[in-house]
């Protein structure tokens, strides 16, 4: 173990590869996941936590030729010497539960979750990340593919998301798969001699993860490769076009895309991803997910299918960003209490009776000057400032002052609380 040293310059700040989510940007990032808990609801979908670590074991199913266990994974030994790790991705975990806890199937939960993977850090890839997705178990019907890419096409859709692109892909049953990757590996093995060490050592490893690879050098041997579609089995090609006549039905535009390998070994037949032209080619997915028929009875479950998807939420917020979508947060104050009475008492029961009334509302503290206090409301972004004042207080009422346009009224004390949720009405 390796500490760092406390003069370090580095001691105190976020460890490489993760970053701090501060306000005013965790608007947006909580906009984002209560937008997709509001939608996964809509599709009949309980929120599922599970640990942030499991036991080791229960990644190795993920696939140990992946780089994500086999590299990136955040492993250690816990005190009573047990093998864990820090979740590389969610579907896994939740497979875990389903077997520890047989719920009835169908099983359709979602989740929001952090992730660690030791990647090497750029603009979105990070060691730590965040996921919203969903995982329906229990149901192998081609139209619970097509429900669950909609889920996600209706999501991005919600938060004014357009440039984006849906490509889909089977990768068979695993007999489909095992006579394909022996065809893959013939046709790469061929020309492994000219592509050098690394390429070898991956056909060797596993020929599927060569496919989706991005070195520059192995293109056009890959472009040649056969193509897992085309050796479907009859019962696999059925599931594939009954997905796609579901999505031609939706009128959710989508690409077959024969060399969409996603990142792990448990997935069979439908897989997916939404790629996004504003992220880097290197990553430029935002989500995706796919069928995982397989992973339950692996993990001594009863044989389960299963689909899902994980969508990453710095990367969708990169995308918003670049596409000036998700701005629709009316996470503003309603209103910032002015305290011109200088005794505290009646600022701090205002103050909690309107939060407690359902009302966004901060307020100065210490006793600061009536005009430092106006200058802290107008900055708060506050719509209006409610001023206690001597004079309006032995009427029983306040000063309310509309921030933007500096026009004041007053309001008896009273109604306030409905006064401001009417404002609030009328803002929508
Ligand atoms: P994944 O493709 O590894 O799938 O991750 C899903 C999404 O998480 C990616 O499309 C990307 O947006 C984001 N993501 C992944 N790694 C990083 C990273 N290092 N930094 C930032 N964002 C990242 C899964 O994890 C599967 N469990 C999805 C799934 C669910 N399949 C079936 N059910």
């Not at 796609?244 to 077959?256: F, S, V």
């Not at 895309?257 to 997915?285: C, H, I, K, M, W």
């Not at 994980?310 to 990169?318: N, P, Q, T």
């Amino acid at each position: 173990m390796r500490a760092m040293p406390p003069e370090s310059p580095e001691a105190f700040r976020a460890p490489t590869g993760t970053h701090d989510l501060l306000p005013p940007d965790s608007d947006r990032w909580i906009e984002a996941v209560s937008v997709f808990a509001r939608r996964a609801a809509r599709y009949g979908y309980g929120l599922v936590v599970t640990p942030v670590f499991e036991h080791r074991d229960v990644f190795e199913r993920v696939g140990e030729s992946t780089d994500v266990v086999r590299k990136e994974m955040y492993e250690f030994l816990d005190k009573g010497g047990r093998a864990m790790a820090l979740r590389p991705e969610g579907t896994a975990p939740v497979v875990r539960a389903y077997v520890q806890h047989r719920p009835t199937p169908p099983w359709k939960v979602w989740y929001v979750a952090p992730l660690f993977r030791y990647e090497r850090p750029q603009k979105g890839r990070y060691r730590q990340h965040w996921q919203v997705g969903v995982e329906a178990l229990g149901v192998d019907d081609p139209q619970v593919d097509v429900e669950v890419i909609a889920l996600l096409a209706g999501y991005l859709r919600e938060l004014g998301l357009e440039r984006w692109r849906l490509l889909v892909n089977s990768m068979g049953d695993p007999t489909d798969r095992r006579s394909y990757v022996e065809v893959l590996r013939e046709h790469l093995l061929a020309h492994a001699a000219d592509l050098g060490p690394e390429f070898a050592e991956r056909v060797a490893e596993n020929p599927l993860r060569v496919l989706d690879s991005k070195n520059e050098a192995w293109q056009e041997v890959i472009e040649r490769a056969p193509q897992l579609t085309e050796h479907l089995g009859a019962e696999s090609r059925a599931h594939f076009e009954s997905v796609q006549r579901g999505l031609d039905a939706l009128g959710i535009e989508y690409e077959l895309d024969p060399r969409l390998v996603r990142g792990f070994d448990y997935y069979t037949s439908t897989t997916f991803e939404f790629v996004s032209d504003a992220l880097d080619a290197a990553q430029n997915a935002v989500g995706g997910g796919g069928r995982y028929d397989q992973l339950a009875e692996g993990m001594g479950g009863p044989s389960t299918p299963g689909i899902g998807f994980g969508v990453g939420l710095e990367r969708l917020l990169i995308v918003a960003e670049a596409e000036g979508a998700v701005g629709r947060v009316a996470a503003g104050l309603d209103a910032f209490v002015v305290d011109a009475l200088g005794v505290g008492r009646d600022a701090l029961v205002l103050t909690q009776e309107l939060r407690e009334a359902g009302l966004r509302v901060d307020r100065a503290y210490g006793g600061r000057s009536v005009k430092a206090q106006l200058k802290l409301a107008d900055r708060s972004g506050a719509a209006f400032g409610v001023i206690l004042g001597a004079d309006e207080l032995s009427r029983d009422a306040v000063a309310v002052r509309d921030l933007r346009s500096s026009k004041q009224v007053e309001v008896p004390r009273e109604q306030l609380a409905a006064w401001l949720q009417a404002q609030r009405e009328f803002d929508r």
